[in-house]
């Protein structure tokens, strides 16, 4: 009898597991053969030549100081740029998180909008802003501060200035995605034992919110490092940053040797750092499901002591500033107005570069400020450019089919990491985000390599393609927030009624779920848009895509057009993360 019973449940236990590898599989053959094989095979480059097994490609980078010099640079403004990004972040956050719902949702809006925007758009606002003529300078003459344009631009600061402007976004999505699951109830419980708010906060809120910062930091610093938009456009020959010895080395002399090595040190970096981020938090707290890890007792330890010392004396500094305001601190729920003042003023700063180019892309002056008359020229010639109005077609397309096939993959994933109780699920997640720990740089130049060898190199199946890679992740992700707020209540429901679970899925779970659907989607679709990397190499010199349009018209001539290209960019990323976020919480709340 114990047979014949234990002979259905086996049969059983296979459909689940298959059912199971069915829904992870399209994703993992994904990234195995676009991911995987592609900087895999770019890494075996560097070590394997015409004569077989050889390290001679990595010796240029230790014999010349040039590239140790180039490699330091690039890990200093790294650093630089993550602790910035991060410190002013994490205030715009906890706004953010302890906000009322309707406050919420129009700061979150200004921030994602600051983070869709296109990097081009944001770099090249910074151009117009410290050029000679731009504003910056304007403003130090008309104040009498300065007697002639001084010199902003090309130079470290104004590297680190964009690459903060460009990466904050991306801290405080991060943090603010562990945030939103602090208990709210233990700040409060702390208030009513007698700590006053700022002890409150720097005691209890502080130490629960350390993974988001971790993993806003990893995240900020494995993007920096393999950034090379800001650099290149707002850097001098000082601020070279080891991703554009690679396109050098691909795009000029086609030494794919050379590119390889670099390659696998640029990977080594990242690796090494991402490897103890996950020993010491956990790769979940970049969903925003917590860490996984559990703390280490560190009782009577010198480094606890200086530690706990340090926030008590941030507690005592923050009550006595927030005494400085009676009349907010008696407001129950209300955030202390510093705060306030300080997270208004950082969004404004964060969305005000794009702003500037709205005024720009009607004057009649060109692209010094302040703008001088009115013109429609630049939309004029855009709109009647065959280039541009391919470009944006090609993006579209591309675009399009990127969400529709990210969605498609991403979707299934995400349900098998949250609904089932399978092991190995951190090891799935830690591969679905693996596009995001290896640089984008890596990624372009070993998918070039490959669509070259099969020719795919200047056609929309392999941008959709290399751009489906980028953008799963934060489909998955999307998704993984949508599913851990859904009610499967509803789906138990359906099926004691007799629905199967085809049938619940279709007719219960997916119209629920389908604003989300929609919502990863659109920035999936959004990703692919603004995506300027893979296009960089793979697009082909003939059918560019809008960013790498954007480019080109950027680094090979300065036009009053691209003022008006910027202003078209941003209000169509506007109405996208609008629309997006709509959907979003509309799905939050079903």
């Given at each position: 009898m114990?047979t014949a ?10 459909r689940?597991?298959f059912?199971r590898?069915?829904?992870a599989a ?11 094989y592609?900087v895999?095979q770019?890494?075996l480059?560097?070590v394997?030549?015409?004569k077989g097994f050889s ?8 014999s ?7 490699l330091l ?12 990004s ?5 205030p715009?956050a906890?706004l953010?998180s ?15 909008l ?12 910074w151009?117009?802003?410290l050029?000679?003529?731009?504003v910056v300078?304007?403003?130090l003459?008309s104040?009498g501060l300065?007697d ?5 631009l090309?130079n470290f600061?104004s590297?680190?200035?964009g690459?903060?402007?460009a990466?904050?976004p991306l801290?405080?999505l991060?943090m603010l ?7 709210r109830?233990?700040?409060r419980?702390?208030?009513t034992?007698?700590a006053?708010?700022g002890t ?7 130490p629960?919110?350390?993974?988001g ?5 990893i995240m ?5 490092i393999g950034?090379?938009?800001?650099p290149?456009l707002l ?17 000029q ?5 050379f590119?390889?090595?670099i ?11 991402f490897?103890?981020y ?5 790769l979940?707290?970049?969903t ?7 703390a280490k ?16 004396a941030l ?5 006595a500033?927030i005494?400085?305001?009676?009349h ?11 705060l306030?003042?300080?997270v208004?003023?950082?969004l ?13 892309s009607?004057g009649s002056?060109?692209l010094?400020?302040p ?9 004029e010639q ?5 280039v541009?109005?391919?470009?944006l077609?090609?993006?579209l397309?591309?675009g ?10 991403g979707?299934p ?9 399978m092991?190995?699920k951190?090891a799935?997640?830690a ?6 720990v ?8 070993g998918l ?8 795919l190199?200047?056609?929309a199946l ?5 751009h489906?890679?980028?953008?799963v ?8 927030a949508?599913l851990r ?14 629905a199967?679970?085809l049938a619940?899925l279709r007719?219960?779970?997916?119209p629920?779920?389908g ?5 990863s989607?659109l ?5 692919s848009?603004d995506?300027?990397?893979i296009?960089?190499?793979a ?10 349009q ?5 680094t090979l ?6 003022a008006?290209v910027s202003t078209c960019l941003f209000?169509?990323i ?10 979003r ?6």
């Open positions: 114990s019973l234990s002979a259905p449940a086996r049969a059983a236990a296979r689940k597991a059912g590898a069915l829904m399209p994703l993992i053959v994904l990234l195995l053969v676009f991911l995987v592609p895999g770019l890494l480059l560097s394997w030549g015409a390290l001679q490609a990595y010796a240029p980078l230790f010349s100081p040039l590239y140790i010099n180039v640079i690039t890990l200093k403004i790294s650093v630089i740029t993550t602790l910035l991060v410190i002013g972040g994490y715009i906890y953010i302890v906000s009322a719902p309707e406050r919420k949702a129009r700061l979150l809006f200004w921030v994602l600051s983070f869709w925007t296109s990097f081009l758009v944001r770099a090249f606002a151009i117009v802003i050029g000679r003529r731009g300078n304007h403003l003459l104040l300065a002639q344009p001084a010199d902003l090309y600061s590297v680190i200035i690459m903060v402007h990466l904050m801290a405080i991060t995605s562990v945030m939103e699951n602090i208990d109830t233990l700040p419980a702390a208030s034992l007698g006053r708010p409150a906060f720097w005691k209890i809120y502080f629960l919110s350390l993974p910062v971790a993993a806003a930091a900020v610093f494995v993007t920096a950034f090379f938009i800001v290149a850097g001098g020959r000082r601020e070279t940053m080891i991703t554009q010895l690679i396109i050098d080395q691909v795009l002399t086609m030494n794919w040797g590119a390889g090595a390659s696998v040190l640029l990977l080594v970096v990242v690796l090494v750092v490897l103890a996950d020993k010491l938090v956990g979940s707290t970049m925003g499901s917590g860490s996984t890890r559990p007792a560190t009782s009577g330890g010198l480094s606890q002591r200086i530690g706990d010392a340090l926030l008590t507690g005592t500094a923050s009550d500033l005494s400085l305001f009676p907010r601190k008696k407001a129950s729920g209300k955030a202390p107005l510093p306030v003042f300080f208004v003023a950082l404004v700063l964060m969305s005000l570069p794009a702003v500037l180019m709205i005024p720009l009607f002056g060109g010094n400020w703008p001088r008359g009115f013109t429609l020229e630049w939309y855009m709109l009647q450019s065959p541009w109005g391919q470009a077609m090609r993006s397309l591309v399009l089919g990127t969400g529709v096939l990210a969605m498609l993959i979707t994933a995400a349900f098998l990491l949250v609904r089932s109780d092991k190995g951190g799935i997640l591969f679905v985000l693996s596009p995001i290896v640089p984008r740089m890596i990624i372009a130049v070039f390599y490959m669509f070259a060898r099969i020719g190199v200047g056609t392999g941008l959709i393609l290399g489906t890679v980028v953008a992740p934060y489909v998955v992700m999307t998704m993984m949508v707020n859904y009610d499967t209540r509803l789906d138990l429901a359906a099926q004691s009624l007799g199967r679970p619940t007719y219960v779970t997916l629920i779920l604003a989300g659907m929609l919502s989607f920035f999936a679709f959004a990703t848009f995506e300027l990397t296009a960089l190499f697009s082909g010199g003939l059918n560019a895509t809008l960013p790498k954007f480019w080109d018209e950027v001539q300065v036009s009053p057009m691209i008006a209000i169509f506007a109405v996208l993360i609008f629309v997006a976020d709509r959907l919480r509309r799905s939050l709340a079903s």
